[in-house]
């Protein structure tokens, strides 16, 4: 069995709880905005994060829409309306958009831990879990799931490898550890203001 449901394990064991926080995450999409002007703003077409604590990050899709992703909410409260949240992140970095219309918004959670490294393991001898990608899935879950499929083909090297990081669990137990993530977290948004 394999247990990838990342943020949304929710309190399936206390081991994983502990280990496991759910935060909410926030994208947008423009209006087409064809091929000139978008590769005005990305000239060789790449995906870009940027390296604050609450990073954004952007690509353009293949009807040339810039996607632009950011923002993150520790108390999984969303913002009251994304767009606008977001627009205002996205102007900062491309002002030139101001113009632009947005025709999606949406956010969803990520599992996040502490060490911002993905949890992977076993409950028991077949059962297998790989979550806590930190706003890194598109990249890590791919990853996780070929060690996953290595191990349950008898392969478990590299798998066994990943489940040797150590993973400390959230403090403040369930009562406090919220709390304390977001005294945490906005010690470090203050940080990237600075």
Known sequence: MVL??????????????????????YMIATEPLGSTRAGQLLPENSAVADINFVLDYFRLSADQRLLFGG????????PVNVRS???????????????????YGWGGLVGITMNRMPNFGRLAPNVFLAHGFSGHGVALTGLAGK?????????AERFDVMSQIPHLPFPGGPLFRMPALLLGTTWYRLRDLL
């Open 85 to 103: 949240y977001l627009k205002k992140r996205m102007l900062k970095v491309f002002p030139s958009l101001d113009d632009v219309e947005l025709e």
């Open 71 to 78: 923002g993150v909410s520790y108390s999984t409260i969303p």
């Open 147 to 155: 060690l996953i499929a290595e191990v349950i083909s008898g392969t």
């Open 4 to 25: 990838a449901g990342n943020a949304y394990l929710g309190s399936l064991g206390k081991k994983l709880s502990q280990r496991l926080m759910p935060v909410g995450t």
